[in-house]
T-cell receptor, first 114, second 109 residues
């Protein structure tokens, strides 16, 4: 069964550094998303992406964040200058054209900012 | 604003039935999702209700009442592996899911 994959599974970085989190959505899916989950808290929407542009973004997704689909398979989330409070699990998700509401999540990248 | 409420924790016995409730108040509503999340893992899709009523899928069923802003997830014949968090999430049509805080279910032998 096809699944969303994410790399790396864990990342430790210093405050102020840039990080890029990578995702490979399910191959025939057209809608892509990033969510985050701070330890012990709820899953929070960051951004949705369709047709090579951002569809929606939350108030969390400020100028420090950006997304890109650099090729036909990868979908990336960049955090330009990490803060301590960016420490969280970051989930990528994707959904197909004919069932765009149902989002399938990847295993996540655990980001720790020191 | 968006508000989704569900109990924080529940405990049930192996083989029993458990119902996890969720109430929501959202600006815009297209449907209600339930996801299962084991500790440290990704949410896994369980069900999606758009219309009022009960949807059954094996041991899991989900119910929606749009007029009451209410949903529940029913788990039958509980197994130890069902110990997980169950996340209620509203789809508001903005291509974003709004999640509740999750209900941590502990299944005991």
């Amino acid at each position: 069964e096809p699944e969303v994959t994410q790399t790396p599974s864990h990342q430790v970085t210093q405050m102020g550094q840039e990080v890029i989190l990578r995702c490979v959505p399910i191959s025939n899916h057209l809608y892509f998303y990033w969510y985050r989950q701070i330890l012990g808290q709820k899953v929070e929407f960051l951004v949705s992406f369709y047709n090579n542009e951002i569809s929606e973004k939350s108030e969390i997704f400020d100028d420090q964040f950006s997304v890109e689909r650099p090729d036909g398979s990868n979908f990336t989330l960049k955090i330009r200058s990490t803060k301590l409070e960016d420490s969280a699990m970051y989930f990528c998700a994707s959904s197909p054209r004919d069932n765009q509401e149902t989002q399938y999540f990847g295993p996540g990248t655990r980001l720790l900012v020191l | 604003g968006q508000n989704i409420d569900q109990p924080t924790e529940m405990t049930a016995t192996e083989g029993a039935i458990v119902q996890i409730n969720c109430t929501y108040q959202t600006s815009g509503f297209n449907g209600l999702f339930w996801y299962q999340q084991h500790a440290g893992e990704a949410p896994t899709f369980l069900s999606y209700n758009v219309l009022d009523g009960l949807e059954e899928k094996g041991r899991f069923s989900s119910f929606l009442s749009r007029s009451k802003g209410y949903s529940y997830l029913l788990l039958k014949e509980l197994q130890m592996k069902d110990s997980a968090s169950y996340l209620c999430a509203a789809y508001t049509g903005r291509r974003a899911l709004t999640f509740g805080s999750g209900t941590r279910l502990q299944v005991q032998p």
